[in-house]
């Protein structure tokens, strides 16, 4: 017995999609979302300092790697209204993780970090970092 083209063609998608470390509908993170983990992760840094004064996330969708979105800090806190930059942070769309690419490069991870990020994976339907197959999990910048 042949089976029709038709038939043929959604056994063959059904299979690639199993084999596929990510499904196409699978959710990912909005900017939004990535900025309230990068402002967790940039106040903990600098939790010690007294009278820090304010700062603002300049956000930038996907010009240096696709799988991240890329924040930059700045500080606006002088008496001139001068703006300085604090900071740089990526954040992995698909599974939250945060990247600290300022100097040197390392994943940001504490208490409170991991609880939003478990939060995100629950509600968004993300994946564990640890249960992607991808060695290079780095931002490009890294």
């Not at 939003?116 to 640890?130: G, I, K």
Request: a positive charge; one cysteine or more.
């Amino acid at each position: 017995m042949r089976l029709p083209p038709v038939l043929l063609s959604a056994i063959w998608l059904l299979g690639f999609g199993t084999v596929c470390t990510r499904p196409l509908w699978a959710a990912e993170l909005t900017m939004r979302q990535g900025g309230v983990l990068v402002r967790l992760a940039f106040d903990h840094k600098v939790r010690h300092i007294k009278n820090r004064g304010g700062y603002g996330l300049d956000s930038n969708p996907a010009d240096f790697d696709s799988r991240y979105y890329h924040y930059g800090v700045l500080g606006t806190w002088s008496a001139d209204s001068a703006s300085s930059v604090l900071g740089f942070f990526a954040v992995n769309r698909l599974t939250a993780e945060v990247w600290d690419t300022y100097a040197e490069c390392r994943k940001v991870t504490f208490p409170a970090l991991r609880a939003m990020q478990q939060r995100y994976r629950r509600l968004y339907d993300l994946p564990d970092p640890r249960a992607i197959a991808d060695p290079d999990r780095r931002p490009r910048l890294c």
